[in-house]
């Protein structure tokens, strides 16, 4: 790319990988420091998603305490700052993908065309770097024109779907025709051919003989490939383009042939790649060695994995041990703020929850706790909903009544007090900083019985939730 502006590895088009992540090195490679410049960049995008993720709590929820809970879990998020110093390209994917994903999330509220642009466009540049998204537009689309069913008056609604894929759909399909113009590959990345064949398609069979992943994979060439032509004497002399369709080919003839096994298997790598702290990814970086792992039969379970792991790498095991307690507080938190959020804003919601199933979906071939990065700021971003959530349940039940008696006569819901009419009311309900979320909890309470409420009974209300430092005489005068 440097020198020649092209993408070509030992003159030959590059099929493998994507241009994404190669164009971030490029000011390292022309300055000679590629480690320290990609790490700067790096660490600016690392601090950029953090952000991100803070300003669509904000946005999503209305809520400071929720917008910086969720800025704060990402903060400290194990794979966040592990992969901010490693030259892969999970941090560059990721903040590309949350961008698009603050959009998205930003289009159910606002329904313009251009957010839903802006995402589209965003969601295939993070494609250009991890080709793992390359079929999540198609799942977006999906979803788009199911809300657009669901809600009525379809017409607009129909339209932006099609100007969300269409968005999507040329800037992958730019790159496909390169690889076909250049070497008769009609696909967008040879990755998807190679994971099905050596992954997907290895699991499938592990699983059905009991065997490790890695046994499996030397059967059928190498994980590298290095020793395809051995196991395969008919590809010798066949070029790389023919190669990419015998593996996929071959990934697809496997799984269906051990179907069952296949999604037995997926399930399980799902499972493992959601409950992996990234123990191994820790550990290489703070003792800048490689860190062995124990290579275990297919169809073991995941307990017994743990056990396997305690008796023959207990570093390792320890250190997954206690990163795995933050991984078990997002968890928590998150399944807590997306309970909490699913009654006021279903559409996020639902956008949120299929997203993840999808990334978890694509990554089970490759167990490792890196494809959970991705998802990492979607649950950091219902965590700080969650961390709200706990925080209004653990509140004493008379502040809680107390609240909400004060935003009663604040907002004049109580029909016999004229204040809701006076701006002084609005300017009271900003400061006092009143959780938006209460006013759902509002419906029900009527005026109490023997004539108007007077102010002192505003004034201690507001003082039993806010403290000594609310005005009387703002009070008095709003009521």
Known sequence: LLHQGQFYVENQPELFRTPGYSLLLLPGIATHEVELVTFCIQLILSVATIWVVYRMALELFGDSVAALGAGLLMAIEPLSITFTSALLSETLFTFAFVLSLRYLLRYFSSNSVLDLSICGLLLAAATYVRPVSYYLPAVVTLGLLARALWLGAPRLRLVHCGVFAVACVLPLAAWQVRNYRATQYAGFSASGDFNLYFHQAAWAVAQRTGRTLESVQDEFGGTNGAMLDQVHPELRGASRTERYAFMGREGKRFIRQYFPDWAKVQIRNALMIALNPGGTSFLQLALRTPVPRPQLPADEGILTTVRRMADQTPALFYTSLGLGISVAITYFLSTLGWAASVKHRPWEMVALLGIGGYLFAVSAGVVEARMRHPIMPMLCLLGGAGIVAVRRWTAPRPAQAATRFAA?????????????????????????????????????????????????????????????????????KST
């Open 408 to 476: 009663l006569i604040l907002h004049g819901r109580l029909s016999h007090l004229p204040c809701g009419a006076d701006p002084a009311s609005s300017q009271l309900f900003a400061c006092l900083e009143l959780d938006h979320n209460l006013e759902s909890d509002l419906v029900g309470f009527d005026a109490p019985p023997g004539g108007p409420v007077p102010c002192q009974a505003a004034y201690a209300a507001g003082t039993a939730v806010w403290g000594p430092q609310v005005n009387r005489g703002t009070v008095a």
